[in-house]
């Protein structure tokens, strides 16, 4: 258990209303990043972060922002939902060497988009 | 770009039988590769890893052996249970930005019958 939580843990919400998802983690790891899981194409990476206010893009990033103001808490934004972002997201870290790459997930929000 | 198949689902075993889901990869250079394990309702756990050619991760009475050669990574275990009964998911490290970062195959749901 690497001590990852996320809230909320599901969410209904309507098309064109902003959503915030947060990871908060208690062991102060450096990388953390947020990805989606939908049938047929596995986990895809949106965001990560390297450090505090230090975030890069991943694969499917258009849509969604982040943010990470302290360690322990990275957060992703929606800034208008939209259906095609219904999905379950899932918030992991890097322990220790990121260039092992043994990420550790937290158990996911389940997010639909009416 | 990299990438990661791996045979499509449900595998569908009873118990005790042998199980082997296959997993292929494309890649450059040497990425380290995974297998992490979802139960239902929950987030993914990381099952074993290898980080380079002919290395064998095992864990749990699963193993699977990183065959450059055929670029493959199959998972394998002698005699299934019905609590193995989950999705499995391959992935690799793909190195670039700030950090490496995790691309996975698309999962492959196991049901163990008693």
């Known amino acids: 258990d690497a001590g990852i939580t996320q809230s909320p843990r599901h969410k209904v919400t309507e098309t064109g209303t902003p959503v915030t998802l947060r990871c908060h983690q208690t062991?102060?790891?450096?990388?953390m990043y947020w990805y989606r899981q939908d049938p047929g194409h596995g986990l895809r990476l949106i965001h990560y972060?390297?450090?505090?206010?230090?975030?890069d893009k991943g694969e499917v990033s258009d849509g969604y922002s982040v943010s990470r103001s302290k360690t322990e808490d990275f957060l992703l934004t929606l800034e208008s939902a939209t259906s095609s972002q219904t999905s379950v997201y899932f918030c992991?870290?890097?322990?220790?060497?990121?260039?092992?790459?043994?990420?550790?997930f937290g158990p996911g929000t389940r997010l639909t988009v009416l | 770009g990299n990438s990661v198949t791996q045979m499509e689902g449900p595998v569908t075993l009873s118990e005790e039988a042998f199980l082997t889901i296959n997993c292929t990869y494309t890649a450059t250079g040497y990425p380290s590769l995974f297998w992490y394990v979802q139960y239902p309702g929950e987030g993914l756990q990381l099952l074993l890893k290898a980080t380079k050619a002919d290395d064998k991760g095992s864990n749990k009475g699963f193993e699977a052996t990183y065959r450059k050669e055929t670029t493959s990574f199959h998972l394998e275990k002698g005699s299934v249970q019905v609590s193995d009964s989950a999705v499995y998911f391959c992935a690799l490290s793909d190195s670039g930005g700030a950090t490496n970062k995790l691309i996975f195959g698309t999962g492959t749901l196991l049901a163990v019958q008693p």
């Open positions: 992991a870290i890097s322990v220790g060497d990121p260039s092992t790459d043994t990420q550790y």
């Open positions: 972060s390297y450090g505090v206010k230090d975030t």
């Open positions: 062991e102060n790891h450096r990388y």
